[in-house]
């Protein structure tokens, strides 16, 4: 639980990471009222930090300009939270510079006293990441473009290759990002087909802002957006399963990146796109609960194949 010294150095933390900030804005992320920032505010200035503030309801709270702190020393929570940032960035292959990610490293340590040095070390040298996919190599700027796009509401202009190796260039309004299953994806208004679309950054050729701003919806779901446009991209195999259960159970066993969940009169329809249906039968094969296939026709006969062999495995003998 973070102390109020804690809370009051996170303060002037942000403070020196932005322009301004609101107190509601600070009382949100730190989660305390905005009284209580009130009350922080009046510290640092007592403590001769010249924190500037705006009166009235939408009033803002600003450093000085020109002002700088000189750096803090990390709290251990902080060091934790830094160094295994940091690790998971490199060992998932984030769209970042490994020598980045090492000079970063250093500098935290620098700063850090033995006893959290001793921990952060720790950390590098007793962590092992098993991952069970190889993430996707994105170009280093093209996240952090995007990202800006996306922020500022920036058109960009992309050249694309699709999944058939068609490349095709087009403006396009990106709505946000999404790193899925190892790869990274961008959703948005594209300009070429007049319509909303998903983009995988991996096979993006090259990428360039646009000073052309965009107008973007109100309400978006991008993560939605992207999930659904994987379940029904093309090329692979469409599939729909009655599950002959509740439609909370089957949220308790179905995850929203494995596929859509439809409550109907008979049960819950399951529905998702699949490149191998070896994983979809095994994991309707774990479920605890009457399931029926209802297409395709290949996922009914790889089931039929995995009972075969299970029970030549067993002798030709199946027990009750």
Known sequence: MYSPTTRLLSVLELL???RQMSGSEIAQRLEVDPRTVRRYIM???????????????YGNYQLQRGHRIPPLIFTEAEAIALTLGLLA???FHFPVEVAAVESALAKAERVMPEKLLARARALQETITFHLDFLPSRVENNFVALLSSAVQQRQQVRLRYRSWNGEETERDFDPYGIVFNEGFWYTAGYCHLRRDLRTFRLDRIAALEAKEHPFERPEIFDVLGHVLSSLFSRPGTEQVEVLMKTT????????????????E???GVIFRRAALHLEWVA?????LDFPVVVVR?????ETLQQMAARAIQMTGGHIEM
């Not at 640092?44 to 503030?53: F, K, S, T």
């Not at 095994?282 to 774990?286: D, I, K, S, Y």
Request: net charge negative; charged share 25%; glycine share 6%.
């Open 296 to 300: 395709p026709r290949a996922l009914q």
């Open 43 to 57: 510290m640092l200035q007592d403590m001769g930090i010249p924190v500037e503030a705006e009166r009235g309801p």
């Open 247 to 262: 439609l909370a159970h089957a949220r308790q066993v179905t995850s929203p990146d494995l596929g859509t969940l439809e």
């Open 89 to 91: 960035i490199r060992e």
């Open 264 to 266: 109907t009169e008979q």
């Open 282 to 286: 095994f994991f309707l094969m774990c």
């Open 16 to 18: 020196q990471s932005r």
